[in-house]
């Protein structure tokens, strides 16, 4: 009786040597899949639960891929505040001021597509790993890293322009926008 309880803190302290040093990134991409501070902490506090439950059985080598793996199929558990209008609190006002930020941005793009930018670009995950968090394999990794940047670009040049005074605009007011594809010859 007294080893298993040993062995189960020695599992425990194992645990948080391994899975801590990861929680500011499972936060992050925690606020990119849910939208919300709440949310996201709720996500994450459940994720850490659910992985110290499975860590008797983690035979990987990176545990930063398997915690995230995780987190993305809790937050697909909850009902998914993606997509709708964050609400007055959350946000502090519904009226942007300014151009937007690279995070409002990426929280505009279709859920798969944020799910890989903010991997990539937030937590410098490579390739390989994000496949491994996603599911999906590596050169649809990749693809999808080229659409959303596409994306991006695109949305930041047309916040821009929109921003940019009606002086300072070319003859007859439209802008035609540029578009990019990937692999074009």
Same mark, same amino acid.
């Given at each position: 009786?007294?080893?298993?309880?040993?062995?189960?803190?020695?599992?425990?302290?194992?645990?948080?040597?391994?899975?801590?040093?990861?929680?500011?990134?499972?936060?992050?991409? $925690?606020?990119?899949?849910?939208?919300?501070?709440?949310?996201?902490?709720?996500?994450?506090?459940?994720? %850490?639960?659910?992985?110290?439950?499975?860590?008797? =059985?983690?035979?990987?080598?990176?545990?930063?891929?398997?915690?995230?793996?995780?987190?993305?199929?809790?937050?697909?558990?909850?009902?998914?505040?993606? =997509?709708?209008?964050?609400?007055?609190?959350?946000? =502090?006002?519904?009226?942007?001021?300014?151009?937007?930020?690279?995070?409002?941005?990426?929280?505009?793009?279709?859920?798969?597509?944020?799910?890989?930018?903010?991997?990539?670009?937030?937590?410098?995950?490579? %390739?390989?790993?994000?496949?491994?968090?996603?599911?999906?394999?590596?050169?649809?990794?990749?693809?999808?890293?080229?659409?959303?940047?596409?994306?991006?670009?695109?949305?930041?040049?047309?916040?821009?322009?929109?921003?940019?005074?009606?002086? $300072?605009?070319? $003859? =007859?007011?439209?802008?035609?926008?540029?578009? %990019?594809?990937?692999?074009?010859?």
């Amino acid at each position: 009786m007294m080893r298993s309880a040993k062995a189960g803190n020695k599992t425990a302290q194992q645990f948080r040597d391994a899975a801590l040093p990861w929680l500011d990134d499972a936060y992050a991409f $925690a606020q990119v899949l849910m939208r919300t501070e709440a949310d996201a902490e709720q996500a994450v506090q459940d994720c %850490y639960l659910r992985a110290q439950r499975q860590f008797d =059985g983690f035979r990987g080598t990176a545990i930063r891929p398997w915690l995230l793996a995780i987190l993305k199929t809790v937050c697909q558990e909850k009902p998914s505040r993606r =997509g709708s209008a964050p609400d007055a609190g959350a946000s =502090g006002t519904l009226e942007r001021r300014g151009p937007p930020t690279i995070r409002q941005l990426v929280d505009e793009l279709p859920a798969p597509l944020g799910e890989v930018i903010a991997l990539r670009e937030y937590l410098d995950l490579t %390739y390989k790993e994000i496949a491994e968090v996603t599911g999906v394999p590596v050169a649809t990794v990749m693809s999808r890293i080229a659409e959303a940047r596409g994306l991006l670009l695109a949305a930041r040049r047309a916040a821009q322009a929109h921003q940019e005074p009606a002086a $300072a605009r070319p $003859a =007859g007011g439209t802008i035609k926008p540029t578009i %990019y594809r990937a692999n074009a010859c």
